[in-house]
């Protein structure tokens, strides 16, 4: 950790690691062989080290597992060259801005010294990707394209003006405020000419067809699940889960609607419904907030023991209008708490909370906040890297989809409008499996497939959207957003879903090794107690349980 904070300060103020908010990473060649090496020696090391105890055999287990995959991933050149709507080093560095201390000069300082640096660091990264694409590692031509769209965005003083916009909101004296103004100049200079640089010499040379292909698809896929899969059988098994998902939504669409009434006709009705509508995004802002307050409290000495420290959440906008909502984890003294992020898209000023209510207990508890705060409290069983680092999709991701399911078994949705909007966000994750992994690998569409979707064709991103927008209630701004995602992120997707399948397989394993002396709390502590991991070591190890 000591030799890692270093290389990667940006992560540092993700993870809450305290004297390094004034550096901005590097995004050289030289900065992303040095932490290739590094893991390198790691690895070495762990080689050799035989552990003393259980938590210390977990401990090694995830480590090998999620470095040794880190690892591969750099040597087949997916670290440098990628590039997307969602991942990039430029929204590496962009979004730390995000979780940066304001109040106080040295914050203040440590602001402007990033911004003054944040050019240089996309110079050295336009390197990185030209060096990347000289060795035939180089990313989708779209997705170039698009990242430089955002870059117009988030540089456009009538859209998100993103970097003045934050200087705006802070107070300094004169010689600070003039450096925060250079920094805020250059770095909303460099951007745009980022962007530039995108369409211009990137944009080129990128590849035609956004799919990844089987082999790079499959190092993906088990990265961000940390477990090997059958992908042709979970591509089968997603249209069925999709099937089953909408079978139940046509169920509950008769109990709000009536007898015959259609999904869409529910939808129509919810949507309507002003007890279902908050105008304003501070006023949804504030609701998410009052709900996220009430699972915790309700939540705690009940079905959870939820330590202190995990006993606060922040429901915040997001500073850019991308349609992304996401989670970031607590410093390491959380000094700063976990909080949940709403990337607003332009022109949104209705929010139907019937579709949100499951978002909450995703991003919130028992989703990401409980399983990541709890994570950072468990220092006498996990160590630095476990829980400040370690991080894999279909851990984290599967347990959040299995906390929505969860909160419905424990009774927290059973009104139907709010049941219909987890079975929807079900259904969402789901057409993901189907289309990521259709898409990437090429496959035909099977032409028994239950909705009679283009049998017997092969998947393109047209016929993605087609699909995405015929099986998922989600506003257009937000899912088009999500289909580019899926397009330039391969494999990161179907993580949600399949994570859960393996959550629940896994807990139905426990369940069959104890018998009656199954406890469904005991279970939960258990699993989050063995820290963040690939799922195949998450099943080794609860198998040892």
């Known amino acids: 950790m000591d030799e890692w904070a270093p290389l990667n300060p940006g992560e540092a103020t993700y993870v809450g690691l305290k004297g390094y908010d004034d550096k901005l990473d590097e995004l050289s060649p030289d900065s992303f062989a040095a932490q290739a090496e590094l893991i390198r020696r790691t690895l070495a ?8 105890t259980e938590s210390e055999r977990v401990a090694k287990e995830a480590m090998q597992e999620r470095l040794g995959l880190e690892l591969a991933r750099y040597d087949a050149g997916e670290v440098t060259s990628e590039i997307s709507v969602i991942t990039s080093g430029l929204h590496h560095i962009r979004q730390v801005f995000d979780l940066m201390p304001t109040d106080g000069e040295e914050a203040v300082a440590n602001i402007a010294a990033r911004l003054n640096q944040f050019a240089g660091s996309l110079e050295r990264y336009k390197t990185t990707l030209r060096v990347a694409a000289d060795a035939g590692h180089v990313g989708a031509r779209y997705q170039m394209l698009e990242v430089a769209k955002q870059c117009d965005t988030w540089t456009d003083p009538a859209g998100d003006n993103f970097f003045h916009a934050l200087v705006d909101r802070l107070s300094a004296d004169a010689s600070l405020t003039a450096e925060l103004a250079r920094g805020a100049a250059a770095a909303t200079a460099a951007t745009a000419e980022f962007g530039q640089f995108l369409r211009t010499e990137m944009a080129p040379r990128g590849r035609e067809s956004q799919a990844a292909g089987r082999e790079r698809y499959e190092l993906a896929s088990q990265y961000f699940l940390g477990a090997r899969v059958d992908l042709d059988e979970t591509y089968a098994w997603g249209f069925e889960e999709l099937a089953r998902l909408e079978r139940e939504m046509r169920k509950l669409a008769a109990r709000i609607v009536g007898p015959g009434a259609s999904i869409d006709e529910a939808v129509a009705a919810l949507d309507a419904d002003p007890a279902r509508t908050i105008a304003g995004k501070e006023a949804f802002r504030d609701w998410m907030q009052a709900l996220a307050d009430k699972a915790i409290s309700e939540l705690h000495g009940t079905h959870f023991d939820i330590p202190e420290q995990v006993r606060r959440i ?38 139907s909370t019937w579709r949100e209510v499951t978002t909450v207990y995703h991003e919130g508890v028992p989703g990401h906040h409980l399983q990541i705060g709890q994570t950072q409290v468990r220092a006498e069983l996990l160590n630095r890297w476990q829980r400040l680092l370690c991080w894999c999709s279909g851990h984290g991701e599967g347990w959040a989809l299995y906390s929505e399911r969860l909160m419905d078994d424990l009774g927290y949705l059973d009104d139907p409008g709010d049941k219909l909007g987890m079975l929807d966000a079900q259904a969402l994750r789901a057409a993901r499996v189907i289309v990521d992994i259709g898409m990437h690998l090429e496959l035909e569409i099977p032409r028994d497939n239950p909705f009679g979707f283009h049998p017997g064709q092969r998947w393109t991103p047209e016929l993605v959207w087609e699909f995405m927008r015929a099986h998922c209630r989600v506003a257009e701004g937000i899912l088009r957003f999500e289909v580019k995602r899926y397009l330039g992120w391969p494999g990161q997707a179907p993580a949600y879903k399949v994570g859960e399948r393996i959550w629940l397989q896994a807990r139905d394993e426990a369940r069959a090794r104890k018998g009656a002396d199954f406890d469904l709390k005991e279970f939960h ?3 989050l107690d063995l820290g963040p991991l690939g799922l195949d070591p998450l099943r080794k190890a609860l198998a040892r349980l």
């Open 45 to 52: 090391e762990l080689d050799v080290t035989e552990p003393e």
């Open 525 to 527: 502590r258990q699993a």
């Open 314 to 351: 922040e429901c915040c906008l997001a500073p850019t209008s991308d349609g992304n909502i996401y989670y970031t984890g607590p410093s390491e003294d959380f000094s700063r708490p976990g909080r949940m992020w709403w990337g607003v898209p332009p022109g949104t000023t209705e929010f």
